[in-house]
């Protein structure tokens, strides 16, 4: 399939480190949902009743929605891929969306907030396999949309 990466990497998240702290970003992110969440012994969910990996995923986005650190941006797009014309065979993904950040201060000021760290066990429960590409904005392409 693909491989298992669900955490971030101390090498990636030392890059986004080095970028200057009031740079605005994009974080593409591509999620596949394990079919039955995933909770360890240390988890107060642990034992209770089998849920899907989808809503674990659920369980996090609320608890992150109520978290007072938050990170001013919002979401550019999301939404549930329908076919890869180019991509390895067995990868599948069950949501792809875009946050964009303010800056990259508040984003590590978010994740490094208790409540974030706390609610971040549902997304471990909830995710088989994620990618998170931290993009600049770039006018490349603005040409294809009459730019």
Not at 46 to 52: L, N, V
Not at 104 to 121: C, G, L, Q, T
Request: charged residues 25%; negative net charge.
């Amino acid at each position: 399939m693909y491989r298992d990466v669900v955490s971030m990497d101390e090498p990636g998240f030392r890059q986004l480190l080095e970028l200057e702290p009031d740079r605005p970003f994009g974080m593409l992110n591509m999620l596949a949902f394990r079919p039955i969440a995933l909770y360890t012994p240390d988890d107060p969910e642990y034992g209770a009743p089998e849920i899907t990996g989808e809503a674990a995923f659920r369980r996090y986005v609320r608890e992150n929605a109520r978290n007072p650190v938050r990170a001013p941006g919002g979401m550019a797009w999301q939404g549930q891929p329908l076919a890869s014309l180019i991509a390895p065979p067995a990868e599948r993904w069950d949501l792809v969306f875009v946050r964009t950040y303010d800056t990259v201060s508040s984003f590590v000021e978010m994740i490094s907030s208790p409540d974030y760290r706390k609610a971040w066990r549902h997304r471990a429960a909830a995710v088989a396999a994620s990618r998170l590409i931290v993009c600049a904005q770039d006018d490349l392409l603005s040409i294809w949309a009459g730019g």
